[in-house]
C-alpha cells in the first residue's frame, strides 16, 4: 500500500512559480514511476509529466514543456513539480499519482495509486 500526500498549492498571479510536493508512504517508492496529473472544473484528468523510477526519463505535457520541471529524491520518499511562468490556464486541482512500474505513463489508467489534490490557482 501506497499513500500519496501533495503540498504546496496556493494562489499565484500569473508569471509566477510554485513547487508542489508529493511525499509517499511505503517502501517501494525507488521502484515507482511517478506522475503528476492536474484537473480542471468541468474538465478530464489529464497527464503533466512523470518520472521514471531512477529519474532518467521525464516525459511532459506539450503544454507545460520548457516551463514545469519534475524531479524525485528517492531517499526522501518525494516527488517535486517545479512550475515556472505559471498561466491561468494551468488552474486546476494537481494530483500526484504512483505506479507499479519504474517506467513512467502518460495516461490515468497507468496509475495505480493517487494522492488527494492540492489546488493550484493562477490570476491573470
Known amino acids: 500500500q501506497v499513500e500519496l500526500v501533495e503540498s504546496g498549492g496556493g494562489l499565484v498571479q500569473a508569471g509566477g512559480s510554485l513547487r508542489l510536493s508529493c511525499v509517499a508512504s511505503?517502501?517501494?517508492?525507488?521502484?515507482?514511476?511517478m506522475g503528476w496529473f492536474r484537473q480542471a472544473p468541468g474538465k478530464e484528468r489529464e497527464f503533466v509529466a512523470a518520472i521514471s523510477s531512477g529519474g532518467g526519463s521525464a516525459p511532459y505535457a506539450d503544454s507545460v514543456k520548457g516551463r514545469f520541471a519534475i524531479s524525485r529524491d528517492n531517499a526522501k520518499n518525494t516527488v517535486y513539480l517545479q512550475m515556472n511562468s505559471l498561466k491561468p490556464g494551468d488552474t486546476a486541482v494537481y494530483y500526484c499519482a504512483a505506479r507499479k512500474s519504474p517506467v513512467p505513463g502518460r495516461t490515468r489508467y497507468d496509475y495505480y495509486y493517487w494522492g488527494q489534490g492540492t489546488q493550484v490557482t493562477v490570476s491573470s
Open positions: 511505503g517502501r517501494t517508492f525507488s521502484r515507482n514511476a
